[in-house]
């Protein structure tokens, strides 16, 4: 199974210096029959696709709690066994955790397919969603407005032999 696991560039240094994602349990975010039903389509590039973009705003969520990160999304997609990531059945729907997994354990880096992350001219948009988010959540229509703009930007794809290059 592909799983979607949201990080920061820091936290993909942390995961390049220890070889691994983890310790567990991680978040992460895959197609999972809530996400199915939520997209409401059969085509898995589709599915993989929205399961990407929530691992996106999940990362945009750390980016908020760390404010000394640099303002840049990250997302890692990982191949796990099907019996290492686990929806909550009852929370399949709850729109805050649609395609939302947990992998119990720490995961090798070596079995990250790719990277994905912002481009750097994603920064400002990035910076203003994350100083947005809380206004956001609390129903603030401009605030969600601006969260929105960060999602305007495509996460772009890494090979897993370019984490150095991120990370400088």
Same mark, same amino acid.
């Given at each position: !199974? ?14 390049? =210096?220890?070889?691994?994602?983890? +310790? ?86 070596? =079995? ?11 920064? +400002? ?12 959540? !609390? ?24 984490? +150095?290059?991120?990370?400088?």
């Amino acid at each position: !199974m592909r799983v979607y696991v949201p990080l920061t560039l820091p936290g993909l240094a942390q995961a390049h =210096k220890a070889g691994e994602l983890g +310790p567990g349990p991680l978040t992460a975010y895959a197609v999972t029959p809530g996400l199915r039903e939520w997209y409401v389509s059969d085509d898995i590039e589709e599915l993989e696709y929205a399961a990407l973009s929530r691992a996106a705003a999940a990362s945009l969520r750390l980016l908020a709690a760390d404010p000394a990160a640099a303002r840049r999304r990250v997302v890692v997609a990982v191949d796990v066994p099907d019996t290492a990531a686990t929806a909550d059945p009852d929370r399949g729907l709850d729109p805050s955790s649609v395609g939302e997994v947990r992998v119990a354990g720490p995961v090798p880096l070596a =079995k990250a397919a790719a990277v994905h992350a912002d481009a750097d001219d994603a920064e +400002p948009d990035v910076s203003a969603a994350a100083d947005a988010l809380g206004a956001a959540d !609390m129903g603030d229509d401009d605030a969600q407005f601006t969260v929105d703009g960060a999602e305007d930007h495509e996460l772009l794809w890494f090979g897993v032999q370019e984490i +150095p290059g991120l990370i400088a």
